[in-house]
């Protein structure tokens, strides 16, 4: 079984400074989709950023980018240039590639962001 | 495209009583995932319907079902309820690539007494 863990249950950030979230992973398996979600008081859970496995290339999106090390299992979240908006609990998730696995997401235990003006 | 939906976003029971959530997907997805959020046992996978079958199965009790209907709606059903049964109950869809990625509904809060 696929397990993910999030060893930062806590962090914050100073608004307009970087930060990185961490997470790594355990799986025998080769195809996989990696995601960070973001999960605001109002609760609703927002896809940040998805990697696929099989691409080197890490993914960005805007502010977001992550850092995909596949044979350390890690994918980390960094966020630059930090809004208030930002702050949230922050979920990692796996997926695994098989069809026999369907939509089921893995997820972490969760990082609490805080972002201080 | 109108975002998943879940209904109600609120819900009050007692112990022993049975309760059903419902989880409109986004048009066109076929495939609807329940997970339970606590903050003891954080996001936990319940069950994934695709196409009117379940496609997967968490760990949970026999008192956790679902069902799919053919517009891909579905509900989830929790009879018996238990005090740790409380917790946010969020459905999630996706479109039917391998490639396609899971959204999430607001989530249905339950309470019980």
């Known amino acids: 079984a696929q397990t993910v863990t999030q060893s930062q249950p806590e962090m914050s950030v100073q608004e307009a400074e970087t930060v990185t979230l961490s997470c790594t992973y355990d799986?025998?398996?080769?195809?996989?989709?990696l995601f960070w979600y973001k999960q605001p008081p109002s609760r609703q859970m927002i896809l940040v950023i998805r990697q696929e496995a099989y691409k080197q290339q890490n993914a960005t999106e805007n502010r977001f980018s992550v850092n995909f090390q596949k044979a350390a299992k890690s994918f980390s979240l960094k966020i630059s240039d930090s809004q208030l908006g930002d702050a949230a609990m922050y979920f990692c998730a796996y997926r695994s590639a098989r069809e026999t696995s369907g939509s089921r997401l893995t997820f972490g235990e969760g990082t609490q962001l805080t972002v201080n003006p | 495209k109108a975002g998943v939906t879940q209904t109600p976003r609120y819900l009050i029971k007692t112990r022993g009583q049975q309760v059903t959530l419902s989880c409109s997907p986004i048009?066109?997805?076929?495939?609807v995932s329940w997970y339970q959020q606590t903050p003891g046992q954080g996001l936990q996978f319940l069950f994934e319907y695709f196409s009117e079958t379940q496609r997967n199965k968490g760990n949970f009790p026999g008192r956790f079902s679902g069902r799919q209907f053919s517009n891909s709606r579905s509900e989830m059903n929790v009879s018996t309820l238990e005090l740790g049964d409380s917790a946010l109950y969020l459905c999630?869809?996706?479109?039917?690539?391998?490639?396609?990625?899971?959204?999430f509904g607001p989530g249905t809060r339950l309470l019980v007494l």
């Open positions: 799986t025998s398996e080769s195809d996989y989709y």
């Open positions: 048009s066109g997805h076929r495939s």
């Open positions: 999630a869809s996706r479109g039917t690539g391998k490639q396609e990625t899971q959204y």
